[in-house]
């Protein structure tokens, strides 16, 4: 895998068009369990993010991803936009002024995206967040040589870690609130992420 800035920019596009097909599915998911409005929250905000980062293919890789997390942070409502935004931008600050990545840049920048996702939630994983999605993908990145086929497992953790959600309580957000009857309900968030990290996956698979 070579990514050059052109290339994330595309991966990124491709990232928001599955959101926005999923747009329906992840709103139905949060009207179970909070506000109904992740998926339209979601795909507005990657909307945004197509337009911004459309003129940076010169750019290096950090620039790109610190602008669609500052994008996301200032267009997405709820809980959604400073935790990605600042999944995003801890990310880009991570790889810095690369003008191309490679498999072992894609653990560190999904590291980096979860500690980030971690610090401004104040949340663990067993918590019922996009956590259980992200960290499981990121246990498996981190475990061996990153190619092709250790990013496809991490693809599988992420979905695992959707289907664990359904069997716990909500600890954070409004999902929270519910206590017990959070129960039975997959995450959106952690659907939203592992929606994310699937076409990734799609787009490096290639």
Same mark, same amino acid.
Do not use: W
């Given at each position: ?7 994330? =920019? ?20 949060? #009207?179970?369990? /909070? ?18 980062? #459309? ?6 890789? /950090? ?15 709820? @809980? ?31 590291? @980096? ?50 289907? +664990? ?11 929270? +609130?519910? /206590?017990?009857? #959070? ?10 992420? +592992? ?5 990734? +996956?799609?787009? =490096?698979?290639?």
């Amino acid at each position: 895998m070579a990514v050059n800035s052109a290339e994330l =920019i595309e991966i990124i596009n491709l990232i928001a068009h599955d959101i926005q097909e999923n747009k329906d599915f992840l709103t139905e998911l949060d #009207s179970a369990i /909070g506000d109904a409005d992740h998926g339209i929250n979601m795909s507005k905000g990657f909307k945004a993010v197509t337009e911004k980062i #459309s003129t940076m293919a010169d750019k290096d890789c /950090g620039s790109i991803l610190k602008t669609v997390g500052m994008t996301l942070v200032s267009t997405v409502g709820g @809980a959604s936009g400073p935790l990605y935004g600042t999944a995003f931008m801890r990310a880009g600050q991570a790889i810095g002024a690369k003008k191309q990545l490679g498999f072992d840049d894609l653990s560190i920048l999904l590291d @980096a995206a979860l500690e980030g996702i971690k610090m401004r939630g104040k949340a663990q994983k067993g918590e019922k967040t996009i956590i259980d999605a992200l960290e499981p993908a990121v246990e498996v990145l981190k475990s061996s040589q990153v190619d092709t086929k250790l990013m496809n497992a991490a693809v599988k953790a992420a979905k695992e870690g959707v289907e +664990y959600t359904k069997g716990i309580i909500a600890k954070k957000g409004r999902a929270s +609130y519910l /206590g017990e009857r #959070s129960l039975g309900h997959q995450d959106p968030g952690a659907t939203s992420c +592992y929606i994310m990290l699937s076409a990734v +996956y799609k787009a =490096i698979s290639h």
